[in-house]
C-alpha cells in the first residue's frame, strides 16, 4: 500500500457490515476499501506479577550454541500452538547449554511429537505415555509450574 512506513499492519475494512465508519481506529493511508492500522503493544499495568506481563518469546540468543542446540532452541520456539511455544521454548531458553547428550536427544525426541499430544501431557488432559514419562519431562513441568523460572 502506498503511503505506509514498514512496521507492523493489519489491513482492515474502513466499514462497518452495516456501511458505517469504524469508530476509534486511527486511520492510515488510504488504498480503495481498506486502511492500515499499526499495532502497538501495550504496556501491562503496573502491580502486575512477571507472569502476567505480556511474553514476546525466546529471550536468549543462539550464539555461542553448537548447531545441534540451536536447531533444538529453534525448534522449541517455533511449535505450533504458541502455549508449546512457551512451555518449550522458555525452558529451551534456561536449560539448553546445561542439558547433557542423553536430555539433548530426549527433548529432541519430545519436539518431534505433535503439540497437541505434549500440551495434553503437561496439563493432564492425557496420561503421558510411559515412554515419554522421562526426568526429562518432569523437570519440564516443574519447570513451568514454578512459572518458567529455574530452581535455583
Known amino acids: 500500500m502506498p503511503g505506509l512506513v514498514p512496521g507492523i499492519h493489519v489491513l482492515l475494512d474502513a466499514k462497518d457490515v452495516d456501511g458505517r465508519d469504524k469508530p476509534g481506529h486511527d486511520i492510515g493511508s488510504r488504498d480503495s476499501d481498506h486502511f ?36 533444538l532452541l529453534f525448534m522449541c520456539w517455533h511449535r505450533g500452538i504458541r502455549e508449546m511455544d512457551l512451555i518449550m521454548g522458555r ?43 522421562t526426568p526429562l519431562l518432569r523437570k519440564m513441568r516443574e519447570f513451568n509450574s514454578r512459572g518458567g523460572r529455574a530452581n535455583r
Open 36 to 71: 492500515a492500522l499499526y499495532i502497538t503493544p501495550h504496556p501491562a499495568p503496573s502491580g502486575l506479577s512477571a507472569l502476567e506481563k505480556p511474553v514476546t518469546g525466546m529471550t536468549r540468543s543462539s550464539e555461542g550454541l553448537d548447531p545441534r542446540r540451536r536447531r
Open 91 to 133: 525452558f529451551a531458553d534456561e536449560y539448553i547449554e546445561r542439558l547433557g547428550d542423553d536430555e539433548i536427544a530426549e527433548l529432541e525426541r519430545l519436539s518431534e511429537q505433535r503439540d497437541q499430544d505434549l500440551l495434553g501431557w503437561f496439563t493432564g488432559e492425557f496420561d503421558t505415555p510411559a515412554e515419554f514419562d
